[in-house]
């Protein structure tokens, strides 16, 4: 029987961190505003909540300023769920991420669907112990955020638009730049380090590794099964969606659907199957006269 | 590999690494009923055992995964791979289920939130040298039956198991590069099918 050693327990290091995010691979995080849908979001098979007051789609239409939510809120979630609870903190805004840490919540997301609170610095990642998943529209975004200690990355697409095509832009760029550094020689990835504006070490092990440090989720605009499979088939490892769930007519029976989607994102006849009678998806907007929250972010 | 949600990349490259070929291991994701017949052993990973319990519904996994269970198949089952195979979910939600194979009561989140999360060098039996154990909202075995051989603790609270051909680890052995848990599965498997 192994005895007990008194050996040091390390909490908050990176390889805790990232973990997190390996639990979360292959699943769908919903956004949530309150703890009824936080129970539907569960029940429905989410592998982690975002607690926030408003959905991307409100932030849109409301405008002002958008701030980390109440604490009270917060806690209301996360005395219903059992699965992983996150919540938003502006960009730069290390004190909401502060808070949000002492309240033991278990993801931050520096998410530039809040307005952004400093807008040349992000937030010292490596300073929490827990975990922080940072929006990005390139490669080079993301290995900044990564040199700040980020531990997941998603694309930021364009919230609460119902509209995947920012989606879809940016993974591609990101997974592109990945499979063009694995072909660039030694003298290239200097080359590569300038025009990202990232580190060059971090460039360095991309083209060694092939893939990104820190699992690649997508986020920004998914409404559909199709919508989830989609970004799954581009190389997403997990999907975010923020409005098109509870912003369609009929949330629950949509949540199964992208969450069965996104676990059999290579079988079009399942994906034909759950994308049956869902009812109408969110409306969306197109992006012509849209505000790029994706632009937020440095 | 069961590869409905969760860490079962990690543990295909943790198999990969080990296969030789004295000991080939054709390692294989499983989503579907035809899949599963074709395995002579399964990985259970961690993920989220609430998403998991409803994907094997879903996906028509969880009778034929039930009776190869009952069959004697060799499984190593971690984290949420842990809760799913423990005779006794604490505090379960009303729809979540569990396969029953290891004499045990396990609590979700045993440890608390993310901000609970740690890894520690954890001295395994049979193994000489520590094993780096990575654990995230780990669960924790409240009650451990007799016929259940622990083989690594933390602070008294057992973390790796073992009965017949169930292995169980509240811990990530796929999140560090020491493939040596992964060793003891595959060759108890290979053991157990003769």
Redesign the interface.
Same mark, same amino acid.
């Given at each position: 029987? =192994?005895? !007990? /050693?008194n &050996? +040091? /327990?390390?909490? $908050?290091?990176t &390889? @805790?961190k990232r973990?997190?995010a +390996?639990?979360?691979? =292959? $699943?769908v995080i919903m956004d949530v505003v309150d703890p009824e849908q936080a129970k539907i979001a +569960?029940?429905? $098979?989410? @592998?982690?909540v975002m607690a926030l007051e408003r959905v991307p789609a409100d932030i849109r239409r409301d405008g002002g300023i958008a701030r980390m939510s109440d604490p009270v809120m917060i806690e209301g979630i996360q005395e219903v769920c059992?699965?992983?609870v996150m919540a938003k903190v502006r960009i730069g805004h290390f004190v909401e991420a502060q808070i949000l /840490?002492s309240m033991? @919540?278990?993801?931050i997301d520096e998410s530039e669907v809040l307005t952004p609170a400093d807008e040349t610095h992000h937030v010292d990642k490596f300073g929490f112990?827990?975990?922080f998943v940072c929006g990005a529209t390139n490669l080079g975004e993301a290995l900044r955020r990564i040199a700040e200690g980020a531990c997941m990355i998603r694309s930021k697409g364009e919230a609460g638009t119902g509209n995947i095509v920012e989606a879809v832009r940016h993974l591609r760029s990101i997974l592109g730049d990945i499979r063009k550094i694995t072909q660039a020689d030694e003298a290239e990835l200097f080359e590569w380090a300038k025009q990202l504006q990232a580190p060059l070490p971090l460039v360095q092990e991309i083209a060694e590794t092939g893939e990104l440090q820190v699992p690649l989720f997508c986020a920004g605009g998914i409404a559909t099964p199709a919508d989830a499979a989609l970004a799954m088939q581009l190389g997403a490892q997990s999907v975010f969606v923020g409005s098109g769930i509870f912003k369609s007519d009929d949330p629950a029976p949509r949540a &199964?659907a992208i @969450? +069965?989607a996104t676990? !059999?994102y290579m079988?079009p006849a399942i994906l034909a199957k759950v994308s049956r009678n869902l009812g109408a998806p969110m409306t969306g907007i197109g992006m012509d006269d849209t505000v790029k929250f994706a632009e937020r972010g440095w | 590999m069961l590869a409905l949600q969760g860490a079962f990349a990690r543990h295909m490259s943790a198999l990969e690494q080990i296969s030789t070929s004295e000991r080939p291991i054709d390692a294989r994701e499983v989503r579907t009923p035809e899949q599963l017949a074709d395995v002579d052993a399964l990985v259970l990973p961690g993920g989220e055992s609430t998403t998991i319990s409803k994907l094997l519904v879903t996906s028509g996994l969880r009778e034929p995964l039930g009776q190869r269970l009952a069959e004697g198949l060799p499984v190593f089952g971690t984290c949420a791979g842990m809760i799913l195979l423990s005779d006794e979910i604490l505090d379960p939600r009303s729809d979540q289920f569990s396969f029953e194979q290891i004499d045990l009561s396990v609590r979700r989140n045993g440890y608390g939130r993310q901000i609970a999360s740690f890894e520690v060098d954890l001295p395994v039996d049979g193994l000489d040298e520590a094993f780096r154990a990575v654990f995230i909202r780990a669960p924790i075995a409240e009650r451990v039956g007799d016929k259940v051989e622990v083989l690594a603790s933390v602070d008294g609270t057992p973390v790796l198991m073992r009965q017949n051909n169930v292995l169980v680890a509240s811990f990530h052995p796929e999140l560090t590069p020491d493939a040596r848990l992964h060793e003891l599965f595959v060759t108890s498997a290979v053991a157990a099918s003769g």
């Open positions: 029987m =192994g005895e !007990n /050693q &050996r +040091e /327990q390390v909490a $908050g290091t &390889r @805790v973990g997190l +390996e639990m979360l691979k =292959g $699943g +569960e029940d429905s $098979g989410a @592998v982690a059992s699965i992983p /840490q033991g @919540v278990d993801y112990d827990i975990p &199964r @969450v +069965e676990t !059999n079988d | -």
